[in-house]
């Protein structure tokens, strides 16, 4: 087990710069995801933490040790592949067995150790099983044995799920969270799935065109995004250009173009609100679910009168696209059995000012 | 130096692969362009305006010969093999997978062993032709072939099988959905055909096309037997070696690999330009079963008969091998039949030693083809370099190249002592013939590795090296048994090709050394046919034996060995 220091780091492939600048930190025993769209650099740097590239600039350490040259089978790290990459001419217990064997583990202690872990992962009765018969999860579980049985430093995970079905890829993901709770192994868990990323992560670093745009929890992510991408990429948002008017002593106001006019909006003047020291321009975000809504006028701050466009009914959640003039909102509501709203109807919508949040707008900048 | 371990490695393996393929393709080329560079006045291109000056008929017209003779093969084989895939591909009736499979029975034959039963079978004094004369008590033989017609109907024979395979895997790839969105939107089976099918079969029939004019170009044993005195251009370089013009055999060979290298170069062209590939997998065959019984019990008996045909020649030799030398003279039909051959060949040393020396020197081949192959493979499917175009053409320059001009350019290079040859002169040794047969099959052994390592995801090889495994290691234990299946099923291809091999065989060979495919030459010169015969249907038994080894041990079906 080891901890892992990526120390500005670059990858560059020809001219094209795959990843840049990265920094992290990841600890020891951690469950940790890099998360972003395809082509983000997630994967480029798990392949940079296993070996199979080397960086074109900085350091990567395992604990104290700098790694950054040192080729894949001397680096002790385990790694599912997406396509599980099983050697097909072998037996599960010959998959399995493959890293003891060039460790050079004597027989009898090759022998229990591919069982037990071929318990762990509930394949026991499928040693002798050619890889090509197992079915989708089970050949992922011989993956994940594969890499678990020689007890490698870190676990390295790449889109371990997304060949499976939604069912099966549910049962993995808790098989994944309880294996490494019980080998207490440092995880790189890499993903495009924002759900997955989200349910099982310590921390998360969310990738987009090469660059890290932020690392938190779980819940730092969601709640406080540090910018209109990581905001618009892990779940539902609303994002609008905003201007700031004014900042007093309990408020923040901006302006939000509606149509042809500008309307004023007061948000808290509070660092998880608003965040002044950026020069890029501002996005004003605010996730569906904070959204209030009226089917009749009502008096308050932030509120718009605006019409429902459309209703989608998915069961717990009924969600609302509400025009407001030129702006088209996302509200999601909880099914309480006694919404009535119709598309076409008129409503009021309140965007409570201590939900919403001005962000640094990045989107545009970084192509 | 070079920081990245990688890097290193792949440079390592590179630099002996470039020296075989510099040292064995790319300077026997050079040398026999420089030498048909060379005239009594020194350097200059006065060869080539011999061969194109109108004093010179022969060349010209061994040319035009050989350009015709190709267009007229590739139209005649093409008319045999498109409809055939249709039909056996497109329609259900009795007996049909047994037809397809018997459709393939042409490349079972060695070129000289067929060329040698089309003789025998339909020639002066053939078979079939004295047979009808006796049926229908005429005077003379209704007919016999020879000439232009004669090589035509050996090309069709054995050249109709390529159009056949390419163009029946490219029927079966194709997504029946195509059609049936097709039909969906309102178009008539004829339009569906010209409009969708046919179009996406376009690049197999050109790719079929090209191949059958490339082969057909290079042919050699056909004109050499068949048609006495007809001048094709791999005939004429053979007889100017003989009678000693090595400078008009240089030039005659450059001309010739002109030609075909830009065959070459277009159908790369063609092939990189039109992509019909499908994302779609595990695509069902769809045929339609002939319901009208009458067209059903037709295309049984056209079945039958096609069948007949084509083993014919399989049976001819069979049937020839088992009559004794001089028991056949003047009758019109052997009369004694016994196993005198087959005993002959295995207790006389002196006729068994060509069969020993073929699989020997073959054997020598195909383990260098084995070796080279694998490392070259994987240097270019699975690393990266600066040139790897250029050592994957000069990979298929082999290919392109006809075995005359590689037997030319081999004389060439090696009738003198160099560095290549470690200062040897190797023409007139033993080692000459593995040589050229090494150089012969680099394409196809590289060709059928590619393939299968291909298939073989990266992630393979890193999951290895993830776990622990060294390079070598990894190698060994991993990717050599993934892919041994496909490369033994290219290199046991490559091992009985080599056995009987004639082309560069004939330029080569030693007396003391002769191969099978020259033996079966001078037998038939001696007019020792029964014994001639019995060489042959070793080599048939034993293309057969490695065509059933690849299908039912590694699975790789004989189609896909061929292309």
Redesign the interface.
């Known amino acids: 087990m080891a901890s892992i220091k990526i120390d500005h780091v670059q990858k560059a492939f020809g001219k094209v710069i795959a990843v840049d600048h990265l920094n992290l930190e990841i600890k020891d025993g951690e469950f940790f995801t890099f998360l972003g769209p395809s082509g983000c650099g997630k994967t480029t740097t798990l392949r940079m933490i296993a070996g199979f590239y080397y960086p074109t600039k900085g350091i990567i350490r395992f604990g104290e040790k700098d790694m950054t040259r040192v080729p894949p089978e001397k680096r002790n790290t385990g790694m599912v592949f997406q396509n599980y990459a099983l050697f097909p001419h072998m037996t599960v217990f010959e998959n399995v067995a493959f890293g003891l064997r060039v460790r050079k583990i004597s027989t009898n202690e090759l022998k229990t150790r591919v069982q037990d872990v071929l318990r762990k992962v509930r394949l026991e009765k499928y040693s002798d099983r050619q890889v090509s018969q197992l079915s989708g999860g089970q050949q992922q579980r011989v993956a994940l044995a594969r890499a678990l049985v020689i007890e490698p430093e870190i676990l390295l995970l790449d889109e371990p799920l997304s060949n499976l079905d939604a069912k099966l890829r549910d049962e993995m993901r808790s098989e994944i969270l309880r294996l490494q709770k019980e080998y207490k192994i440092t995880t790189i868990y890499v993903t495009h799935d924002q759900a997955e990323a989200l349910s099982m992560s310590d921390r998360i670093a969310v990738f987009n065109f090469g660059v890290c745009h932020q690392v938190g929890t779980p819940s730092e992510i969601y709640n406080q995004p540090a910018n209109d991408f990581v905001a618009s990429f892990i779940g539902e948002i609303n994002l609008f250009p905003v201007k700031v008017d004014r900042v007093e002593q309990e408020h923040v106001f901006v302006s939000v173009q509606v149509g042809s006019k500008s309307k004023e909006l007061a948000v808290h003047n509070h660092p998880y609100n608003f965040n002044p020291d950026t020069k890029s321009d501002l996005s004003l975000s605010i996730r569906p679910e904070a959204i209030k809504i009226f089917e009749k006028q009502t008096d308050g701050t932030n509120i718009l009168k605006g019409k429902i466009e459309e209703v989608e009914f998915f069961g717990s959640v009924i969600n609302l696209s509400v025009k407001v003039e030129g702006l088209l909102l996302q509200v999601n509501l909880l099914n309480n059995r006694s919404n009535h709203l119709k598309s076409g109807a008129d409503v009021w919508v309140q965007l409570p000012e201590d939900q919403i949040r001005i962000i640094p707008a990045v989107s545009g900048d970084v192509t | 130096m070079i920081?990245?371990?990688?890097t290193r490695f792949t440079i390592l393996l590179l630099i002996p692969v470039l020296l075989v393929l510099v040292a064995y393709v790319l300077y026997p080329s050079l040398r026999t362009f420089f030498e048909s560079l060379q005239t009594e006045h020194g350097t200059s291109f006065a060869n080539y305006q011999d061969f194109f000056s109108q004093e010179s008929k022969t060349n010209l017209e061994a040319l035009w010969n050989s350009v015709y003779i190709s267009l007229l093969s590739v139209l005649v084989s093409a008319f045999i093999g498109i409809p055939l895939a249709f039909i056996f591909n497109r329609y259900d009736f009795p007996g049909r997978s047994f037809f397809s499979s018997a459709a393939i029975m042409p490349i079972v034959l060695p070129s000289l062993v067929g060329v040698m039963a089309f003789m025998f079978l339909y020639g002066e004094t053939g078979l079939i032709p004295n047979a009808i004369k006796d049926l229908f008590g005429l005077e003379k033989v209704p007919f016999k072939i020879g000439g232009v017609s004669g090589i035509l109907i050996v090309h069709a024979y054995t050249m109709y099988v390529y159009f056949y395979m390419t163009v029946s895997s490219a029927i079966n790839k194709i997504d029946p959905s195509l059609e049936e969105a097709a039909y969906n939107l309102g178009a008539s089976r004829f339009k569906v055909f010209w409009k969708v099918t046919f179009p996406l079969l376009t690049p197999a029939i050109v790719a079929a096309s090209l191949l059958v004019f490339m082969i057909s170009m290079a042919s050699f044993s056909a004109p050499f037997l068949l048609a006495g005195g007809y001048r094709v251009l791999s005939l004429q370089i053979y007889f100017s070696k003989i009678n000693g013009d090595m400078e008009v055999a240089a030039t005659q060979s450059v001309i010739l690999s002109i030609v075909s290298i830009a065959f070459l170069l277009f159908m790369r062209w063609y092939q990189n330009r039109k992509d019909y590939r499908m994302a779609t997998k595990g695509i069902g065959a769809h045929r339609s079963e002939v319901k009208n019984p009458v067209m059903k019990w037709i295309m049984v008996l056209i079945g039958i008969i096609g069948v007949i045909i084509l083993l014919l020649p399989h049976f001819t030799i069979l049937l020839l091998s088992l009559v004794p030398d001089g028991t056949w003279t003047w009758q019109t039909y052997p009369s004694v039949f016994n196993f005198e051959n087959y005993r002959l060949l295995l207790q006389d040393p002196n006729i068994f030693k060509p069969l020993k020396n073929s699989l020997i020197l073959a054997f020598i081949a195909t383990a260098g083809n084995l070796v080279f192959g694998v490392v070259t493979s994987y240097l270019l499917v699975k690393r990266k370099f600066i040139g790897k175009n250029f050592v994957d053409i000069l990979v298929m320059i082999p290919w392109a190249l006809p075995a005359t001009v590689i037997g030319m350019n081999l004389i060439f290079a090696f009738n003198e002592p160099n560095i290549f040859s470690f200062g040897n002169i190797l023409v007139g040794t033993f080692w000459i013939l593995p040589l050229a047969y090494f150089v012969r099959h680099i394409p196809l052994v590289v060709r059928s590795t590619n393939a299968v390592l291909e298939q073989l995801?990266d992630?393979?090889e890193?999951?290895?090296?993830?776990?622990?495994?060294?390079w070598f290691?990894t190698f060994r234990?991993?990717i050599l048994?993934?892919i041994m299946p496909g490369v033994l099923s290219g290199t046991l291809l490559a091992f009985v090709e080599s056995v009987g091999e004639f082309p560069t065989s004939v330029l080569l060979y030693t007396i003391s050394n002769r191969p099978i495919s020259i033996e079966i030459m001078n037998q038939l010169r001696m007019f020792n046919m029964g014994q001639a015969a019995a060489y042959g249907m070793i080599q048939i038994a034993l293309i057969a034996v490695v065509l059933f080894i690849s299908n039912k041990f590694f699975g790789v079906k004989a189609e896909q060995s061929l292309s």
């Open positions: 920081k990245n371990r990688d995801d992630s393979i890193e999951a290895s090296r993830n776990l622990g495994a060294r290691y234990r991993v048994p993934i």
